[in-house]
């Protein structure tokens, strides 16, 4: 609707309404007090500004808090990311650590089989030596 057109509604049913308001009998009309709705409607008005200002300062308390949390986040993956690579570093050093072990492991595996070996042919050879040396004293005793 044009303002143009609903200029002319608007004049049409004030016009009406202050006919229908003639025609009534003077003793049902209720007295019009401009003052007192000017009063009311300034009142609802301050009432109204009231609750918007409430919920500006809500609005901006809530970005506050906002800012806050979302700086706090930052700062949490920061720290994250930080003891991510900390932790990264330190099962690199582990897994290193564990394969110098597991190196030492196999060494020290073979070496106590080599020994074994060498006992096991100390044994032998230090038996063949006991049965050798005591078959040439009984040969040395019987002559």
């Known amino acids: 609707m044009s ?5 002319h509604w608007h004049r049409s049913v004030w016009e009406n309404f202050n006919k ?3 025609t009534r009998p003077k003793k049902n009309r209720i007295p019009f007090k401009m003052s007192e709705y000017g009063a009311n409607l300034q009142s609802n008005i301050m009432e109204l500004v009231k609750y918007v200002e409430n919920f ?3 609005r901006q308390k809530l970005d506050e808090s906002i800012r ?3 700086s706090e986040q930052a700062k949490m993956v920061e720290e994250l990311d930080l003891l991510q690579e900390r932790l990264n570093l330190k099962m690199e050093k582990l897994n290193a650590m564990k394969s110098r072990r597991d190196d030492l492991n196999r060494k020290l595996d073979e070496t106590e089989t080599h020994l074994k070996q060498l006992l096991d042919t100390s044994d032998v050879v230090l038996n063949y030596i006991k049965r050798e040396t005591s078959s040439i ?7």
């Open 137 to 143: 004293n009984k040969k040395i005793d019987l002559s």
């Open 68 to 70: 806050c949390g979302e």
């Open 20 to 22: 229908s308001v003639e």
């Open 56 to 58: 500006k300062n809500q």
């Open 3 to 7: 303002n143009l057109n609903y200029f």
